[in-house]
């Protein structure tokens, strides 16, 4: 049974550009959240994908966007990057409905440096 | 504001030892609690959970511990080997028909043999 997959492992862009990266969630998983790992610090909590529809978000600006497919996979789109976007993008996955609670397993993220 | 807080940003334990790594928390809306372990190059995974209806949750040589009135939880294991040495995270969610984590700036574990 697959886990939670990110690609790619490793991106660098320079300010200015803008990068897409790509999750598959668990199998059975049709809850699909992102978050930014900056260094020496906790994740952050980006937004939230169910039902192909953005359900809530974090403190980020409108520069982070997302997408979820009809097979639950997701994209994490950032415009316009900043130096201080460099972080570890996370995804990770639940089993999402109405649960109260969900355990969220996470893939193994994907590394962004921004020049 | 740092809802959930590590303040220990590093513990070293010797092997066969107990480890115990500690959160507190400011929201008095979470109700559910979990621990990540996370190796250097990988993603968080998931190691043991609360509900805020339990006050004790054991999984193996992993045991978690709530304290509702205090805000804080800690983590104990038992015994402690040298391969629990990774970054450990504490977060927390409040059920508001979807579930977003909150995490702690992680508490770095090392174990010596």
């Known amino acids: 049974d697959a886990g939670v997959t990110q690609s790619p492992t490793h991106l660098i862009k320079t300010r200015g550009q803008q990068v897409t990266l790509r999750c598959s969630p668990k199998?059975?998983?049709?809850?699909v959240s992102w978050y930014q790992q900056a260094l020496g610090q906790g994740p952050q909590f980006i937004f939230q994908?169910?039902?192909?529809?953005?359900?809530q978000r974090g403190n980020f600006p409108d520069r982070f966007s997302g997408h979820q497919f009809p097979n639950y996979s997701s994209e994490l789109n950032v415009n316009a990057l900043l130096l201080g976007d460099s972080a570890l993008y996370l995804c990770?996955?639940?089993?999402?409905?109405?649960?109260?609670?969900?355990?969220?397993?996470f893939g193994p993220g994907t590394r962004l440096l921004v020049l | 504001d740092q809802q959930v807080k590590q303040n220990s940003p590093s513990l070293s334990v010797q092997e066969g030892r107990i480890s115990i790594l500690n959160c507190d928390y400011t929201?008095?809306?979470?109700?559910?609690f979990l621990w990540y372990k996370k190796y250097p190059a990988e993603g968080p995974t998931f190691l043991i959970s609360?509900?805020?209806?339990?006050d004790k949750n054991e999984d193996g040589r992993f045991t978690v511990f709530l304290n509702k009135s205090a805000k804080h939880l800690s983590l104990h294991i038992v015994p402690s080997q040298p391969g629990d040495s990774a970054v450990y995270f504490c977060?927390?969610?409040?059920?508001?028909?979807?579930?977003?984590?909150?995490f702690g700036t992680g508490t770095r574990l090392l174990v010596s043999p």
């Open positions: 990770a996955s639940s089993p999402g409905g109405q649960a109260i609670s969900e355990t969220q397993y």
């Open positions: 199998s059975g998983h049709d809850t």
């Open positions: 994908y169910y039902e192909e529809e953005e359900r």
């Open positions: 929201n008095s809306m979470f109700d559910y």
């Open positions: 609360i509900s805020s209806i339990k």
């Open positions: 977060a927390a969610s409040a059920y508001t028909g979807f579930q977003k984590l909150v």
